[in-house]
Structure formats: C-alpha cells, structure tokens
C-alpha cells in the first residue's frame, strides 16, 4: 500500500462563465518516504490536487468524484472536523506564498509553538524549547532572539523557513511544498530546496513537490507527474521522463529549460495558451499548441497507456 494513492479525482468550481474542472480525472501515488513532484504550467491545477488532500478547496467548490486514500483511510469528503486533525499533524503543507500563510501580527515563536501546543498538547516551556530547536534545525540564526520576531521583520528566504519549521513541528508523514520556493531569488530558493530535502532524509517524511521547474525536479524527485489543463498526463520515473519523455507537452517543458537552449539561440517556449477550464474540453486539452496533433485529437481524449516500468502517457500519438 502507498502512503498516497489519488484515483480519478476530479476537484470542480462553480463560476458565473461555467463549471471550472480545476483536476480532472488525475491519479497520483506517492510511497512512504519519497519524493514526488507535480509539474505543469499556472493553472494546470497543482495547487487544487494538493489542496484536495488537505480538504481545503474553495469553499464554492466541490470534489466531484475520484478517491484520495491516505495511509489507507479515504480523504475525499471526510468531515471538516477529521480533515482537521490530519491536517498539520499527519500531512502538512508549505504554500506558495509564506506571508499570506503566516499571521502578521502574531511573533513567530508564537506561531511555531502553536500546533506544539494544539497537537502535541506540549506544556508552554516544552513547546518554547521545542520551538527553538525547529527553528535551528531550519537554519533560522540566533533564535532566542528572533522568536519575538513579527513576520515583516524577515526576510523571504526567513518566513519559507519559519513556515517549513510550522510544518514539522507535529512530525508529519507526508509533506507538501507548493512551490516552496517561486517568491524567492535564485540562491535563496537553492537552499530552501536543498534544506527540505535534507529535513525529508532526515525524518523520513514522503515530498510532494509542485512546481513549474523541470530543473528542480531532476535532483530532487524519485518520480514526476506532468500535470496539463487538470489533468495527468504523463507519469514516469524522473530518470524515464528526463530521458525519454513521451508526451508532447513534457518535451515542450524540457526544451524550454534554460539548460537545453541551444548556444546563442533565444529559449525555446510552448506557443499558445493552456485552454480554459470553464468550458468543456472535446479531445486531447494539448491539441491546439501540439506540434504533432492529429485529427482524432480533436475529438477524443485519448485513453491512458503503460509504456513500462509505470511509464504512463495519455497521447494519441502511441495509440494509432
Ligand atoms: N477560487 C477559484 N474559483 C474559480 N476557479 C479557480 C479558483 N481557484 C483556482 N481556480 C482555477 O482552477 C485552476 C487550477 O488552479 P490551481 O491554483 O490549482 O493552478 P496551479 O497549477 O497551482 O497554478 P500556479 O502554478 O499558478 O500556482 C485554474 O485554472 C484556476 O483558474
Ligand atoms: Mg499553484
């Protein structure tokens, strides 16, 4: 059994030009203690998938079908008040942007000690010196000092420590990082990747890891899905996808890495726009910026196929 296993999962959102598929259809599996990333351009719906697994989806929207088993108990449409006991304590979660997850008016020991005291029911001096300990282990200099600290005194690279510090104070099992790193500069964000990598060895926590950066996937993650227009649409090994990536999209991802552009050549980039998900999508949600489209592609969502070892790709292209 995987710690995570997503099946069908279909995540929508009412609004006034339509029904937004924000995951449509998506199946992810992540196993105790590793890492697995979810990659896709904006909009493609990484945040929905991962907030699904914390139950926190705009409260307008809904999980329309599909599973999401955690540890072996089902997720999807669990009681607000399960939901919430998981959440910070088994399953945490990073968001994109630290200063809208940290409350600006509270000191930051405060909020370290919060879920120590509220989870793990420590005594207030146990949580204080547990709290202290975390924000070592994040590399936060000189705590006794900046645990008084409010929010706005830190820097960026500061507030994603103190939120990951937050985020296994309870001992999680599975951690999510949505884009852990996109508010910060290139150095900053180096570290913090490599900091959570090294927390995820230590602890042996599993790693969901969004992001858009196919550069960061490939040191960091043991497996890779490729998320486009709320769906999946290839999964494989990072070593596999990196090597031999199958779908369109994924090689379109890949050749507009800064590391593959060609010497003296501007960046690749993928033309077009992603579609948008408040109408329905009739064929393949890639086939108007697909350099290899087909007529089927226009009417038919091609069907899954295994390509071995758990390579899996939905494209009409291996289907003819
Ligand atoms: N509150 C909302 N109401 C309606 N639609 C929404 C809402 N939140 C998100 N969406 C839509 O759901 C889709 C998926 O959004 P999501 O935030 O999961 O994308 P993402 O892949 O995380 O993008 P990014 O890389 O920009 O963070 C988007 O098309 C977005 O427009
Ligand atoms: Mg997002």
């Given at each position: 059994?995987?710690?995570?296993?997503?099946?069908?999962?279909?995540?929508?959102?009412?609004?006034?030009?339509?029904?937004?598929?924000?995951?449509?259809?998506?199946?992810?599996?992540?196993?105790?203690?590793?890492?697995?990333?979810?990659?896709?351009?904006?909009?493609?719906?990484?945040?929905?998938?991962?907030?699904?697994?914390?139950?926190?989806?705009?409260?307008?929207?809904?999980?329309?079908?599909?599973?999401?088993?955690?540890?072996?108990?089902?997720?999807?449409?669990?009681?607000?008040?399960?939901?919430?006991?998981?959440?910070?304590?088994?399953?945490?979660?990073?968001?994109?942007?630290?200063?809208?997850?940290?409350?600006?008016?509270?000191?930051?020991?405060?909020?370290?000690?919060?879920?120590?005291?509220?989870?793990?029911?420590?005594?207030?001096?146990?949580?204080?010196?547990?709290?202290?300990?975390?924000?070592?282990?994040?590399?936060?200099?000189?705590?006794?000092?900046?645990?008084?600290?409010?929010?706005?005194?830190?820097?960026?690279?500061?507030?994603?420590?103190?939120?990951?510090?937050?985020?296994?104070?309870?001992?999680?099992?599975?951690?999510?990082?949505?884009?852990?790193?996109?508010?910060?500069?290139?150095?900053?964000?180096?570290?913090?990747?490599?900091?959570?990598?090294?927390?995820?060895?230590?602890?042996?926590?599993?790693?969901?890891?969004?992001?858009?950066?196919?550069?960061?996937?490939?040191?960091?993650?043991?497996?890779?899905?490729?998320?486009?227009?709320?769906?999946?649409?290839?999964?494989?090994?990072?070593?596999?996808?990196?090597?031999?990536?199958?779908?369109p999209?994924?090689?379109?991802?890949?050749?507009?890495?800064?590391?593959?552009?060609?010497?003296?050549?501007?960046?690749?980039?993928?033309?077009?726009?992603?579609?948008?998900?408040?109408?329905?999508?009739?064929?393949?949600?890639?086939?108007?910026?697909?350099?290899d489209?087909k007529?089927?592609?226009?009417?038919?969502?091609?069907?899954?196929?295994?390509?071995?070892?758990?390579?899996?790709?939905?494209c009409w292209n291996y289907l003819l």
């Open positions: 059994m995987a710690l995570l296993e997503i099946s069908n999962l279909t995540v929508t959102i009412p609004t006034p030009h339509g029904i937004v598929h924000a995951v449509n259809s998506a199946d992810l599996c992540l196993d105790y203690g590793q890492t697995v990333a979810l990659v896709g351009e904006s909009g493609s719906g990484k945040s929905m998938t991962a907030r699904s697994i914390m139950g926190l989806i705009p409260a307008s929207g809904s999980i329309e079908s599909g599973s999401i088993r955690f540890d072996g108990q089902e997720l999807a449409n669990l009681p607000e008040k399960e939901l919430r006991l998981l959440r910070g304590n088994r399953i945490a979660m990073i968001f994109q942007e630290p200063m809208t997850s940290l409350n600006p008016v509270l000191k930051i020991g405060d909020q370290v000690m919060e879920p120590l005291l509220l989870h793990r029911r420590l005594d207030k001096q146990a949580a204080r010196t547990e709290a202290l300990e975390l924000l070592q282990q994040v590399g936060i200099p000189s705590p006794e000092q900046r645990i008084n600290d409010y929010p706005h005194q830190l820097s960026g690279g500061q507030r994603q420590r103190v939120m990951i510090a937050m985020a296994l104070a309870c001992n999680p099992q599975l951690l999510i990082a949505d884009e852990p790193t996109t508010a910060l500069d290139v150095t900053i964000q180096a570290q913090i990747l490599e900091l959570i990598d090294q927390l995820r060895r230590d602890k042996g926590l599993a790693l969901l890891l969004i992001t858009h950066d196919l550069g960061i996937v490939a040191q960091r993650a043991d497996r890779v899905h490729v998320m486009y227009a709320g769906q999946i649409v290839e999964t494989a090994a990072t070593d596999q996808l990196l090597n031999n990536p199958l779908h999209y994924t090689r379109g991802l890949l050749a507009s890495l800064p590391e593959n552009a060609l010497p003296g050549q501007p960046l690749a980039t993928i033309p077009g726009q992603p579609p948008r998900l408040d109408k329905p999508i009739i064929g393949c949600p890639f086939k108007d910026r697909c350099p489209v007529p089927v592609c226009f009417e038919q969502m091609p069907a899954e196929l295994d390509k071995g070892n758990g390579h899996l790709v939905k």
